[in-house]
């Protein structure tokens, strides 16, 4: 099998549904694992009904949805995987222990039913064109030295403007920059240029050898969000390049689940796990930087206060303590109860009155 997708859901059916409608339209020979990370909602039973109105067939298997209720990455049983084989999508149900956790129990899923060629990490907020993996299927087998594969990310609301080909991230200044951010797309840029300054693929399309997952390693965990592809990066060193596909294209919504967005103003959990991230990345590979990191999120923190934006000011500092005694405690999210009380539905915690 060719390559794998996989897809996180986080109370946000609408959103898989749709991406998941653009690839029952797609070329190739694919599968899908959807990680339902902790929802509230239920996917399952809309993706089987549209599964049923599509086309019986694709590529000749017949596409069936099924559904993995209960599976963590150290208990599973074969019995039970065996009965997903044959199926195009499988659906299962976890809790909620961040967008790398997700993604690795999706690959392991998918290398344990299928063990396909690729991974394609794909957020379940875009659409694909039909071509799309097909494309990056075809590059990749062409470029051996790449480990992870971008595409050309447009907006989903302004299909022309480019979000980015991947990204550049200047690790003194802490700061980082969509490549051809908000350009008009054309397929017609130098990939070379773009692969010798790139230094991650945008984590809203990410597609993976599995070589460089056997050699690397999975994602790391203890982000739960955020700054996990860049990590993925530097731990590849010079093992692997990140490239780019330039005519794979797809339409992302950019921050529909958790609320952030280059173009507007970020939510709280945003603010908090960016923050907090950063400090645990620098920890792990640029220890000697910490300050700069620490000043940043200082700035930040005054540059929401200038703004009048209180919550995202305390979430930056949250966010900063957090990953700073996180770090020292090698802590694991689970076990942090700032992030925990961050992920608490109503965050009662952190529901403070604003000064006057």
């Not at 490239?243 to 609320?259: M, Q």
């Amino acid at each position: 099998m060719t390559y794998a997708i996989v897809l996180i859901s986080y109370n946000s059916t609408d959103h898989t549904v749709e991406c998941v409608t653009s690839i029952l339209a797609s070329l190739g020979d694919w599968r899908v694992v959807v990680v339902e990370n902790g929802s509230t909602t239920d996917c399952h039973d809309r993706i089987s009904k549209l599964v049923a109105k599509s086309a019986n067939e694709i590529g000749g298997t017949r596409v069936t949805c099924g559904l993995i209720t209960a599976l963590n990455k150290t208990t599973s049983s074969n019995q039970t995987l065996s009965e997903h084989i044959d199926d195009r999508i499988v659906i299962v149900r976890t809790d909620n222990d961040g967008f790398a956790a997700a993604n690795n129990v999706g690959i392991e899923l998918s290398r344990k039913l299928w063990d396909p060629k690729y991974y394609w990490l794909l957020n379940n907020d875009t659409v694909i064109k039909p071509n799309t993996g097909v494309l990056l299927y075809e590059h990749a087998e062409n470029r051996p030295d790449l480990g992870i594969v971008g595409s050309s990310i447009c907006y989903y609301d302004s299909p022309e403007r480019l979000q980015g080909h991947g990204a550049r991230f200047n690790v003194v200044t802490t700061r980082g920059a969509y490549i051809h951010h908000l350009e008009r797309y054309d397929a017609n840029y130098d990939e070379a240029a773009i692969e010798r300054s790139i230094s991650y693929v945008i984590g809203a399309s990410m597609f993976v050898r599995r070589d460089f997952i056997e050699k690397i390693g999975l994602l790391e965990e203890n982000y739960f969000l955020y700054f996990e592809e860049l990590d993925w990066a530097v731990r590849a060193g010079k093992q692997f390049r990140m490239g780019i596909c330039l005519p794979s294209r797809l339409f992302h919504k950019e921050g529909a689940s958790i609320g952030t967005s280059t173009r507007g103003r970020p939510s709280r959990l945003a603010t908090f796990f960016l923050s907090r991230s950063m400090v645990l990345f620098y920890a792990r590979h640029f220890p000697w930087l910490l300050a700069i990191v620490f000043l940043r999120q200082c700035f930040n923190a005054a540059r929401f206060v200038r703004c009048g934006d209180f919550e995202n000011a305390r979430a930056a500092l949250d966010g900063l303590t957090s990953g700073l005694c996180d770090a020292v405690q090698k802590r694991a999210p689970k076990a942090s109860p700032t992030v925990q009380s961050y992920l608490t539905p109503d965050n009662k915690t952190h529901d403070r009155p604003r000064p006057k």
